[in-house]
C-alpha cells in the first residue's frame, strides 16, 4: 500500500501495457474502492461491467478498432495505441443510470414528483459515476498497477450494448483499461509533472 499523498502524486494515465495476469483479489478491491464513492441522494444510480482475460475483452478492443479505423478516414487515427493498450488483463466499465435518480428524488423527503431534468443543476448521474472511476483509477495506483480511462466511441454504443447486454437505460462514461505498466511500448508522449497548471493559474478566490 502506498500513502495516499504519494498515490495522488503517481496517478497518472497509462495506455501500454505487460501482458500479464493481475494477482487473486485485485479485481474486487478496485471494485470495492469504486463502491465508496459519494452519490447525490445516495442514489448510487452507477454499476460496473468487468471484463477480465483476452476472451471477455477482445470483442470491445474489436469495436475500439473500428471505430478508430472510421476515424482514419478524416486523418486523426492512431493505429499504434491500440495494440498495448489491449494487453491489459482487466477493463472496468462505469455505467450511470438517470432514471434511478429521477426515481430516488420523487420519493417522500425530496418530493420532485413530476421527475424533471431540468430540476438538476448537472446530470450527477455521470458526475457520481466519475467518482467510481476516480477511485478505480486511484485504487489500481495502490496496487501498483497502471490504468487509463478512455472513451467509447458514440458509433461503438450500439454494437457494445448488444455484446455485452448492457439495458438500454444504462449509460458508460468509458472504460478503464488496468495491467502492469509497460513503459518500453508507450505509444503518446507522456506528460511531465511540470506541464501541470499551477494553482495560480486554475485558482479564483474571492471572486473570477
Not at 492512431?78 to 455505467?95: K, Q, T, W, Y
Amino acid at each position: 500500500m502506498v500513502e495516499f499523498t504519494e498515490v495522488i502524486k503517481r496517478r497518472r494515465m497509462v495506455r501500454a501495457f505487460k501482458d500479464e495476469p493481475l494477482a487473486a483479489g485485485i479485481t474486487e478491491r478496485l471494485l470495492r474502492a469504486a463502491n465508496r464513492a459519494p452519490s447525490a441522494g445516495f442514489s448510487q444510480g452507477y454499476a460496473f461491467l468487468v471484463l477480465e482475460g483476452k476472451d471477455q475483452c477482445a470483442p470491445l478492443w474489436e469495436l475500439v478498432r473500428e471505430a478508430d479505423a472510421s476515424e482514419g478516414a478524416t486523418g486523426d487515427a492512431d493505429p499504434g495505441f491500440i495494440a498495448p493498450l489491449s494487453r491489459a488483463p482487466l477493463v472496468i466499465v462505469p455505467l450511470a443510470c438517470k432514471d434511478i435518480y429521477l426515481e430516488r428524488y420523487a420519493e417522500p423527503g425530496k418530493g420532485w414528483t413530476d421527475r424533471d431534468e431540468s430540476r438538476w443543476p448537472v446530470p450527477y448521474w455521470y458526475v457520481d459515476t466519475g467518482f467510481t472511476a476516480l477511485l478505480t483509477l486511484l485504487a489500481a495506483v495502490d496496487e501498483g498497477l497502471g490504468a487509463v480511462l478512455f472513451g467509447i466511441a458514440p458509433e461503438s454504443m450500439t454494437g457494445f450494448r448488444a455484446e455485452y447486454d448492457v439495458p438500454a437505460e444504462w449509460t458508460p462514461i468509458g472504460a478503464i483499461a488496468i495491467g502492469h505498466p509497460d513503459p518500453d511500448s508507450e505509444p503518446v508522449y507522456s506528460a511531465r509533472a511540470s506541464d501541470r497548471k499551477t494553482l495560480e493559474q486554475l485558482v479564483h478566490r474571492g471572486h473570477w
